[in-house]
C-alpha cells in the first residue's frame, strides 16, 4: 500500500504503451479516420498534485504494476485540481482547473464502497464487559466513495488500481433533514461534505483553510485505512498476521494522521489491547520524508486536532506519554532533548509536530537523494538518528523511463532500441549503459542530432502558437521548468539573461557572430500567496518583452515564458531541451526529479550540487554536466559571515532592473532588495560568478556540436540509476519486505 498524491497527466498513451497496443490503436483509429496523435491531445490532465512530489507517486505506481508488486495507490479525488495559471500583462492569475468537467473515463465509480468519516463530537467513556472503553461520539459524518483507476504495468498482465475518495454528505443525515423538510440544512450538509474533495491544497493562512486541509488529510487517511481493514478481515479472524500483509508507506507527513487512525481502529473498534495495537502500528508504518528544513515540518495546532479529531488527539498524547517515559531511561533527563524529540511541541502555539510522531511509530525512515539522507541524520532528525540509527536509509528518487522517454520521446526511444539491438531497457533500464560504447560513434551522433532537431521543431512550433515568439532552431533551448520560489532561484537566472542580453548590446556588431545563440525558457506556477514569486514571474515577462521586441539582438536572445505547466507541456518541453538549469541554493533540494527526466532525454544539465545532482555526478561524470555555485558545508559559512560585496555584474544587473529599464521599477523594488537588501538568504549575488563562468563553459560546449553530442548520449547513458523502477525495487526488499506476484499467464 502506498499514500500518494498524484500528478498523473494524460492516460492514453501511456496505457496503450504498457499494453503493448499501441500500433494496433493507432491503426484501429485511422480505420475510423481519426490519428492517435489527434485523438490523445484531447484528454486533460489529471492534476490531482504539486509539483515533483506528485510526479513522483505517479512514477512510482507506474513502476510498481510493472515490476508486478501487489500495490495500491490511495489519494483524494478533488474535483479541482492545482489551478490553472493564467497570465495577464505578465501578471500571474489563478482560475479553476475543472478537470474533471466532461467525467474522467479512466475511473469506475465503485458506489458499494463506501465508508463513514466522522469529525467534531466528544469522546465518552464506557464499560464493555467490565473494561473501561472510549468512545467517540461524532458532530458530523461524511461518507468516503471509492473511485478506482487502473494502472497497468509495462510487458505484464500485471494492472495495479489507484483508489481516490469522494466526500459524499451521509444518507442517514441526508434522509432525516428531507423527511424533516429541512432541505436548507440538508443541502448545506450536502455542500459541506463535497467541499472535503473538492479543492487541491486549499488555501490555508486563515483558521477556515487550515481546517479544511486537516479534514482533506483525515478524510483520505480514515476512508483507506477502513479499505485496507476491511479487505484484511475478510481473509482473517484476528490481526496475528496483519503485519505479514500488510506495509503502509507514508509518503511525507500529510497522512501522518493514518498512525493515530490504525490504533483507534484496532483500540476501539477491534478491541485489541493498547500494547499489541502498538506492536502492530510499528511493524506496519514506514516514512518517507521529503522536508529539508526544520521550517519545512508539518506541525497541527493542539486546539486544531482537539476540535475535529478529539479521540485521535488523546491517542497522541498517549502515544508520547509512553515514547517520552521510554525516552528518560535511554538518554535520562536531558530536558532539552526530551523537548526536541517530543511529538507535542510547546510554545506560544501548542502544537503536533508530524514527522515527530511517524519517525517514532515507523520501522524505516528514508530520505530520497544521498545529500538529503546525510543530512536528515546529521542536522533535521540528529537525536532520533542517534537514538535508532537502524531505522534510516536512503531511496534515491527516480523516474519512469515508460513516461519520460517512451510516450514523451518516441523518436529518441527507437533510436535507442537501434543501437542496442533490443527494447529490453525499456523494462531493464540498466542497459541504457550499453550506449557508452558508442558515444563517440559519427552515426550515432548524426542521428541523436536529428532526433534532437525533430523534438526542437515540435518544442518551436508550441512556443509560436502559444507565445507568438518565433525561434530560431540553431539556438541553444535553456531551459529551466519548476514551481515558482526563492530557494530555485529563477531570479539567478533571469539576472542571468539580463546580463546576457547587456553583454550583446554592448558588443560591436563584428564580435555578435562569435554570441551562441540562446532560447531560454522558463515555465512554472507560484502559489497563490506567495508574492515574492510573482514577482520573478512579472519579471521574467517584462525582461521577455524588451529582449524578444530588440532588433539589435534578433536570435542571439530570447526569452519565453510558459504559462501552465503541467505534465503534457513537460512532455514537449523535455524532449526539446539542450540544456536545463537545475540551480537551488545547495541544501534546498531534497532530491529533484526534474533533473532526472532532462537527463533521460540527453539534456545536459547546468547545476549546483544539491540533491541528487551529486548522484548524478557519480554516474556521468563532473565533465559532462556543468556545475557551480557554493557547495552545502559552505552555505551557512556564507550566510553567517553575510554578503561579500556583490559582483560589478551582478548589481549592474540589479541596478537596471532598479531603474526601470524593464519598466515596473516600484513594483520590483522589493524583489531586488531579496538580493541587495543586506541579505541575500540565497546567495545569488555570491554565486553569480560562478554560474556565468558555468553559462560561458556550456557555450563553449554547445559551439561543438560533437563534444555536445557526446555529453548528451553519456548523459542518457548513465540515467538508468535514476530510473523510478530501482527505487521501487529498493522499497519493496529493504522496507516492505514484498516480492513480485506475477499475473499468472492463459492455459
Not at 500500433?23 to 504539486?50: I, P
Not at 507506474?62 to 495577464?88: C, H, K, N
Not at 464487559?129 to 504495468?153: F, L, M, Q, R, S
Not at 536545463?580 to 547546468?606: P, R, V
Amino acid at each position: 500500500m502506498l499514500f500518494v498524491i498524484e500528478l498523473s497527466g494524460r492516460s492514453l498513451s501511456n496505457s496503450v504503451i504498457n499494453l503493448g497496443i499501441r500500433d494496433q490503436y493507432a491503426d484501429a483509429l485511422s480505420q475510423l479516420g481519426f490519428e492517435f496523435e489527434v485523438l490523445a491531445e484531447q484528454e486533460g490532465d489529471a492534476a490531482l498534485g504539486n509539483g515533483g512530489l506528485a510526479r513522483l507517486s505517479a512514477c512510482q505506481m507506474d513502476s510498481m504494476a510493472t515490476l508486478d508488486y501487489p500495490a495500491w495507490g490511495y489519494g483524494l479525488r478533488y474535483e479541482y485540481g492545482l489551478f490553472r495559471q493564467v497570465i495577464l500583462d505578465g501578471f500571474q492569475h489563478e482560475q479553476p482547473d475543472f478537470w474533471l468537467n466532461f467525467g474522467n473515463p479512466w475511473e469506475t465509480e465503485r458506489v458499494h464502497v463506501t465508508y463513514p468519516v466522522k469529525f467534531y463530537g466528544v469522546v465518552e467513556e464506557e464499560n464493555l464487559n467490565g473494561e473501561k472503553c472510549n468512545v467517540w461520539i461524532p458532530g458530523e459524518v461524511v461518507e468516503a466513495v471509492a473511485y478506482d483507476n487502473p494502472i497497468p504495468g509495462y510487458g505484464t498482465r500485471n494492472t495495479i488500481t489507484l483508489r481516490l475518495w469522494a466526500g459524499k454528505p451521509s444518507d442517514q443525515h441526508d434522509m432525516e433533514a428531507y423527511n424533516t423538510g429541512d432541505y436548507i440544512n440538508a443541502v448545506v450538509c450536502r455542500q459541506k461534505a463535497e467541499n472535503i474533495s473538492s479543492v487541491l491544497y486549499p488555501d490555508d493562512r486563515s483558521f477556515q483553510g487550515k481546517e479544511l486541509r486537516l479534514k482533506q488529510q483525515y478524510f483520505f487517511v480514515s476512508a483507506s485505512i477502513q479499505d485496507i481493514i476491511r479487505r484484511f478481515k475478510e481473509a482473517h479472524s484476528n490481526f496475528d498476521e496483519f503485519p505479514e500483509k500488510v506495509a503502509l508507506q507514508l509518503n511525507d507527513t500529510h497522512p501522518s494522521l493514518a498512525i493515530a487512525e490504525v490504533m483507534r481502529v484496532l483500540v476501539d473498534k477491534e478491541h485489541l489491547g493498547w500494547n499489541k495495537a502498538w506492536d502492530i502500528a510499528c511493524k506496519i508504518f514506514s516514512f518517507t520524508i521529503h522536508a529539508v528544513i526544520a521550517e519545512g515540518l508539518e506541525k497541527i495546532p493542539v486546539d486544531l486536532l482537539g476540535s475535529l479529531l478529539p479521540r485521535h488527539l488523546q491517542i497522541i498524547y498517549e502515544i508520547n506519554f509512553k515514547f517520552v517515559e521510554e525516552l528518560k531511561k535511554r538518554i535520562g533527563l536531558d530536558y532539552n532533548r526530551l523537548s526536541r524529540m517530543s511529538i507535542i511541541e510547546e510554545g506560544a502555539v501548542k502544537s503536533i509536530r508530524m514527522a515527530n510522531l511517524a519517525i517514532v511509530c515507523s520501522h524505516t525512515v528514508n530520505g530520497v537523494s544521498k545529500v538529503h539522507s546525510e543530512l536528515l541524520k546529521a542536522k533535521l532528525f540528529k537525536d532520533f538518528y542517534e537514538l535508532w540509527p537502524q531505522k534510516f536509509q536512503c531511496k534515491t528518487n527516480g523516474v519512469t523511463q515508460r513516461r519520460w522517454i517512451v510516450v514523451s520521446n518516441p523518436s529518441l526511444c527507437a533510436l535507442i532500441s537501434k543501437w542496442l539491438g533490443t527494447e529490453a531497457w525499456i523494462r531493464d533500464v540498466d542497459l541504457l549503459t550499453g550506449l557508452r560504447a558508442y558515444a563517440a560513434d559519427p552515426d550515432l551522433q548524426q542521428e541523436w542530432m536529428m532526433v534532437k532537431k525533430v523534438n526542437k521543431m515540435r518544442l518551436a512550433e508550441y512556443i509560436e502558437a502559444m507565445s507568438g515568439v518565433k525561434v530560431s532552431l540553431d539556438a541553444m533551448f535553456d531551459v529551466q521548468t519548476k514551481r515558482i520560489h526563492e530557494y530555485k532561484r529563477q531570479l539567478l537566472n533571469i539576472l542571468g539573461i539580463i546580463h546576457r542580453y547587456d553583454c550583446i548590446k554592448n558588443m560591436e556588431k563584428s564580435q555578435r557572430s562569435k554570441v551562441v545563440p540562446r532560447v531560454c525558457i522558463i515555465g512554472g506556477k507560484a502559489a497563490p500567496g506567495y508574492e515574492i514569486a510573482k514577482k520573478i514571474i512579472k519579471l521574467c515577462h517584462a525582461v521577455a518583452e524588451k529582449i524578444n521586441n530588440d532588433t539589435d539582438v534578433g536570435d542571439l536572445l530570447k526569452l519565453v515564458f510558459i504559462p501552465d505547466y503541467n505534465v503534457s507541456v513537460a512532455e514537449l518541453v523535455i524532449p526539446g531541451a539542450d540544456l536545463s538549469q537545475h540551480i537551488s541554493t545547495a541544501g534546498h533540494e531534497a532530491s529533484g526529479t526534474g533533473s532526472m527526466k532532462f537527463l533521460m532525454n540527453g539534456c545536459l544539465l547546468l547545476a549546483t550540487e544539491d540533491g541528487s545532482t551529486v548522484e548524478i555526478v557519480e554516474e556521468i561524470g563532473a565533465d559532462n554536466l556543468f556545475l557551480f555555485g557554493a557547495k552545502i558545508h559552505e552555505v551557512p559559512k556564507l550566510r553567517e559571515e553575510g554578503s561579500p560585496k556583490m559582483p560589478l555584474q551582478c548589481a549592474r544587473v540589479i541596478r537596471m532592473v532598479r531603474d526601470g529599464y524593464f519598466g515596473f521599477k516600484d513594483y520590483f523594488e522589493s524583489l531586488c532588495d531579496t538580493v541587495d537588501g543586506g541579505k541575500d538568504f540565497y546567495l545569488l549575488g555570491s554565486d553569480f560568478e560562478s554560474y556565468l563562468e558555468a553559462q560561458a563553459a556550456a557555450d563553449k560546449a554547445f559551439a561543438d556540436p560533437n563534444k555536445w553530442t557526446q555529453m548528451s548520449i553519456l548523459s542518457t547513458a548513465g540515467s538508468g540509476r535514476f530510473s523510478s523502477d530501482r527505487t521501487i525495487r529498493d522499497y519493496a526488499e529493504k522496507t516492505w519486505g514484498i516480492e513480485p506476484c506475477r499475473f499468472p499467464s492463459d492455459g
